[in-house]
């Protein structure tokens, strides 16, 4: 039997006959961009954040890009963000001409280390970005407590952690509602996920909102009047419908991969080699991120990938290690390099059998003998 690290068809297959006539709906009505779907998702998305406004936009970069440009920030303005991450907000800061600050992560998390954040402030810093990853939540009481302090923005990325709940100053709140905005992807593998691509922004301001609508419409509050320079970042009626279907399952969703990961630390608790992740508070495991010990990562994943279990290592390099950052190659982030040598993500998704993570684990418990 092969494991597969998600199963977008089995997903699907659960929400059928439902899934084939929302999209023939949308079909037949002729509608395709920024019509009623759009216009309900967001309304939906809203409560279900407990957040009053919602801009669906085209993904998860532009969704990061649009909420800067709404801060009205300059060029050469310092943004303090996580190196252990997938690029996106890096790039989107670089595509403004903002100079990204890069911080190293807490080992068990790995998330961005909030005392970190609060070493790397200067006066040029204007924002923090925080990436909740791999569904984990980071640590935003302790960075909300550094944004007052200095009077910095916080824009949320939450593509990995959608419907992750956390306390907050006393207050359980979903991420991506904690700061001032907060942006998500639809990508397919994501808690909610559309067929295609698709983001969100999430503000509490309905200042910042008008803000990110505009930019988002090329600029415009009307149309063909522009009023700066803006985007052309729109979510599909499609893709919206499909999220709206979707977003009805997401506790379940939810439930389902927490149920996988307690399943997966219980059978695995006696591997030395293999430390599972933490039940972290509100942790919604979008992956099953292990850190492999004694140097024998890639060996494991070979390991496996001949028993027919799939894997990925994310990230095999930080975001300060890329070409593309290569000024920042000497800047000392031990735990991100370290972390991004022995990391591996394991299956993990909503549809994920006991029968797979007996699989999985047969595989892992074999593999530990055959290296004693």
């Not at 998702?41 to 649009?66: D, H, K, Q, W």
Request: aromatic share 6%; proline share 4%; net charge neutral.
């Amino acid at each position: 039997m092969s494991v597969s690290m998600v199963d977008l068809q089995k997903v699907h297959a659960r929400l059928e006959p439902q899934l084939t006539e929302t999209i023939q709906k949308v079909v037949a009505g002729g509608v395709y961009i920024r019509g009623n779907e759009v216009k309900m998702l967001e309304e939906e998305i809203g409560r279900y954040l407990s957040v009053p406004y919602v801009r669906g936009c085209a993904n998860g970069t532009e969704a990061l890009t649009i909420a800067l440009m709404a801060l009205r920030l300059q060029p050469g303005d310092e943004v303090i963000t996580t190196t252990f991450s997938f690029i996106a907000a890096a790039e989107a800061c670089a595509l403004l001409g903002l100079t990204v600050v890069f911080a190293d992560i807490d080992p068990k998390t790995y998330n961005i280390d909030a005392k970190e954040v609060e070493r790397l402030v200067t006066p040029r810093t204007k924002a923090i970005i925080p990436v909740h990853l791999f569904g984990c939540p980071a640590d935003m009481d302790r960075i909300m407590e550094v944004s007052r302090r200095h009077k910095l923005y916080v824009i949320e990325d939450a593509a990995q952690a959608f419907g992750t709940e956390v306390t907050v100053g006393g207050e359980r709140k979903k991420v991506g509602t904690i700061g001032d905005i907060g942006c998500t992807s639809f990508f397919p593998t994501k808690n909610l996920g559309c067929m295609g691509d698709g983001g969100a922004i999430f503000t509490r301001s309905e200042e910042l909102h008008k803000r990110i609508c505009t930019i988002a419409s090329h600029g415009a509050e009307k149309k063909y009047h522009s009023t700066e320079v803006g985007l052309n970042s729109r979510l599909d009626e499609i893709q919206a419908a499909i999220l709206r279907l979707k977003l009805r399952h997401i506790d379940e969703y939810i439930s389902r991969r927490r149920g996988a990961a307690l399943k997966y630390r219980k059978a695995l608790a006696g591997n030395d080699f293999l430390v599972c992740p933490q039940m972290t508070d509100g942790h919604t495991f979008n992956q099953f991120t292990c850190r492999v010990n004694y140097g024998c990562r890639d060996d494991l994943r070979a390991y496996l990938t001949s028993r027919g279990i799939a894997t990925m290592i994310y990230f095999p390099e930080p975001i300060h290690r890329q070409p593309v950052f290569g000024k920042y190659n000497d800047v000392a982030l031990p735990e991100a390099d370290k972390a991004s040598k022995e990391v591996l993500s394991l299956p993990m998704h909503s549809e994920l059998t006991d029968e797979q993570i007996a699989e999985v684990v047969e595989a892992l418990n074999s593999w530990e003998i055959g290296k004693k």
